[in-house]
């Protein structure tokens, strides 16, 4: 199934420090430099919008969904790409989220004095079951707006994968929703390095799920 996206109005761009009341927006430079001054002391936030938001906890289904993903994305990366985890992702000027899964271009070497930012990223993966409103949201408003061409929101709640594709600045232009049964094609530019089945990582108990090995 698939649809064409119009975001609501104030997911076009990041609100203003008037629309927010007069709370201080920061960049993504100066919370990087916060990062390393030691400041936060390992607080659990990401940058959303120019804002601290602090992360959602991860519930078991979660964690089984997002290893079943690695597992079955990993084997599939080619040479000049890494599949990198929970790790910050640069879209400027005001976000810097942490997104469960990223096919990001290049060597782990090269990453050692920087985050990767839209150019270098291919697909981003959000498993959402708490985070489901934000993952649909801010964060899918965040990656439209840096051009990050394709986003998966994997719906723990209704056991769907969401593709969502053709990135604006207002929004992703196009949505397709795969259920178990199908299977999605996993993307660099133009090429599909393979395909994954939805039911390889819902996970047992959600809707379309049963794949989680016994004691998972």
Known sequence: MSSTLTPPPELESPPSAEVLGGLYRMTVGQYERLVESGALDGQPVELMSGLLVRKMGKKPPHVIAREALRDEILPLIPRGWRLA???PVRI???DEPEPDLAIVRGTREQYQDRHPGPGAIELLIEVA???LARDRGA???AYARGGVPVYWIVNLIDGQ????TGPTPTGYRDRVVLTAGEHAS???GDLEIGRIAVSAF???GTPGGGK?????
């Open 85 to 87: 985890i929970a790790a």
């Open 92 to 94: 400027p000027d005001f």
């Open 129 to 131: 079951e708490t985070s």
């Open 139 to 141: 964060k899918q408003a």
């Open 161 to 164: 994968l969401e593709v969502y």
């Open 186 to 188: 996993v993307p660099i």
């Open 202 to 204: 819902l996970p047992r």
């Open 212 to 216: 989680a090995e016994d004691g998972a």
